[in-house]
């Protein structure tokens, strides 16, 4: 039996097509293919404005610049999330405050979150965690003076529930920045995009992304007569998106509807197969879910996911929480990383192999082998 890997990106001849073509016409950087996926991507999620960048961490920390984070500040992050967007807060100079999890499940407390803001919070920045939305309700009586950020990374194509939209319009939240990386359900390879419907909050991170420039490069480069002229009026950074990684992202958007009904199937393959089976806890199967990941509950987690290798299934788990990483301990004290419902969360949850590429023999082998895995931990328990 073959092994089994986590992830797979899901790249056809269209996708190949439009990369070679975009590297035969010869303009690589952001041009016209990175402003025709910037209005593609606004369009399905009905955002006014998107924002192509070279990374969802990047993209948070444009937004987090923006939006005047720096030093004095705070920005309440979940402890059960991915390290980059809240490292971002702190190299701008940011407190990072962490907010547990609900109990028993992966989103970020609303309670938690509400008790730790204070005067010098700026930003409030909660995950849509796995491809299931976050109760963007819950945070939208945020004081006047906190912005609400959402971390979207794995929440493409997902409907929030709380205010029957996409993931990405805005109706709640100030910005939301999604990744494009190898694993996500839409790649460009590495890749972001950040969806804002405040229009001056856009522009300013169009000058941000690239140098603090006032005219972008493509605008440059195309204009014979004064192309050279520009003027920086911010201090920017470097985060554009190429138009190779646009080109892709378009035929992956065009695909993204097809490519989410796999995972769909492949979802409720596992919901149907393992229902009954004992020592495991499935995902709801909640409306609206990307199914970016699939995570289960299980005792014994650590030797459950080597003896899973050892039959050529890779699986992974999502997240280590922050309060665990070793700079995050270093840079917090004890009581700024008291998560006890994230870390007891972590130390039961896996994430099982999702990916459009899947087949139905490869989702039967993960089955199979899930079963079998639970039978020897549960024997070898008994037999003690």
């Not at 994430?351 to 082998?369: F, G, H, K, N």
Request: net charge negative.
């Amino acid at each position: 039996m073959a092994n089994l890997p986590f992830a797979l990106p899901d790249i056809g001849k269209d996708e190949i097509a439009a990369v070679s073509a975009c590297l035969d016409s010869g303009w690589l950087t952001s041009g016209r293919k990175v402003q025709e996926f910037e209005a593609a991507f606004a369009s399905f999620v009905g955002a006014r404005h998107a924002i192509a960048v070279n990374s969802a961490t990047t993209g948070a920390l444009l937004v987090l610049d923006a939006l005047g984070v720096g030093r004095g500040t705070e920005v309440i992050v979940p402890a059960y999330t991915f390290s980059g967007p809240a490292m971002m807060a702190h190299r701008l100079g940011a407190k990072v405050v962490l907010a547990d999890c609900e109990p028993g499940g992966y989103q970020v407390s609303s309670e938690d979150v509400h008790r730790k803001i204070t005067e010098r919070t700026r930003v409030v920045m909660p995950t849509h965690f796995g491809g299931l939305a976050y109760n963007m309700d819950a945070l939208s009586d945020l004081p006047s003076h906190v912005a609400l950020v959402d971390d979207a990374a794995h929440a493409l194509p997902t409907l929030d529930w709380s205010t029957n939209s996409m993931v990405g319009e805005g109706r709640v939240s100030t910005a939301t920045f999604f990744s494009f990386y190898a694993t996500k359900c839409l790649t460009t390879g590495e890749g972001g995009m950040v969806t804002t419907n405040d229009g001056d909050l856009a522009a300013r991170l169009r000058k941000l992304r690239l140098h603090g420039f006032d005219r972008q490069a493509f605008d440059r480069y195309t204009n014979l007569r004064t192309g050279w002229k520009y003027d920086v009026v911010a201090p920017g950074w470097k985060a554009n998106m190429t138009d190779v990684a646009a080109a892709l992202g378009l035929v992956q958007l065009d695909r993204l509807h097809e490519m989410h009904a796999r995972r769909i199937r492949i979802a409720e393959r596992y919901q149907a197969a393992l229902a009954d089976v004992p020592g495991i806890t499935l995902p709801s199967e909640d409306y609206g879910h990307a199914w970016h990941l699939y995570p289960v509950q299980v005792a014994q987690r650590d030797l459950f996911v080597s003896r899973m290798g050892e039959k050529g299934v890779q699986c992974s788990v999502h997240f280590i929480p922050l309060s665990l990483h070793s700079y995050w301990r270093y840079l917090l004290p004890p009581a700024d990383r008291d998560c006890p419902q994230a870390e007891a969360i972590y130390r039961l949850s896996l994430s099982l192999p999702i990916y459009s590429r899947m087949t139905e023999a490869d989702a039967e082998q993960v089955v199979a082998a899930v079963r079998e895995t639970l039978r020897e931990i549960d024997g070898a328990a008994g037999a003690e």
